[in-house]
């Protein structure tokens, strides 16, 4: 592990500690720098593998948690939501596809399990959403999510 204030390519582990996110576990490690002796702190996280997105079109790519996390953030962008709120959203999301043991998810049941999420965290975050999600072609269309929010 590399030195955060020397650049040093060594240390040595003074503590170590799982820790539980509800995306799964990570460890915690406190750690001592061979040459210049500072100390710091690092975080490991499981990295899930082989969940494979099948789009609308039938293709599939890998699951990807920073796109994920682009989408979330373009629908909550300037709005009065807590970064950490985000980050709870998408470790929810995250947990809850893995939960499921698949191998293949929809987008579409990605998308819905962010609509849900996202339609309890900020109405209008949720319509920013919903109108690239569901692709609105008309204004009644966005009139009916709408009214839908309204009855929250």
Do not use: W
Not at 39 to 62: C, D, P, S
Not at 104 to 124: C, F, P, Q, T, Y
């Amino acid at each position: 592990m590399k030195c955060p204030y020397c650049g040093y390519n060594d240390s040595r582990v003074i503590d170590s500690r799982e820790t539980e996110t509800k995306s799964g576990g990570s460890v915690r490690r406190r750690r001592e720098c061979i040459s210049c002796k500072q100390r710091y702190t690092t975080y490991e996280r499981l990295e899930h593998v082989g969940l494979a997105v099948v789009k609308k079109n039938g293709q599939r790519e890998e699951y990807d948690r920073e796109k994920l996390r682009r989408g979330v953030a373009t629908a909550c962008h300037r709005l009065p939501i807590p970064a950490d709120a985000v980050d709870n959203l998408i470790d929810d999301v995250e947990s809850e596809l893995f939960r499921q043991g698949a191998s293949e998810i929809s987008s579409r049941a990605i998308g819905d399990l962010v609509m849900n999420r996202l339609r309890k965290l900020d109405h209008i975050a949720y319509l920013r959403f919903a109108s690239v999600y569901l692709s609105f072609t008309s204004l009644r269309e966005l009139q009916e999510a709408i009214e839908r929010v309204r009855h929250d």
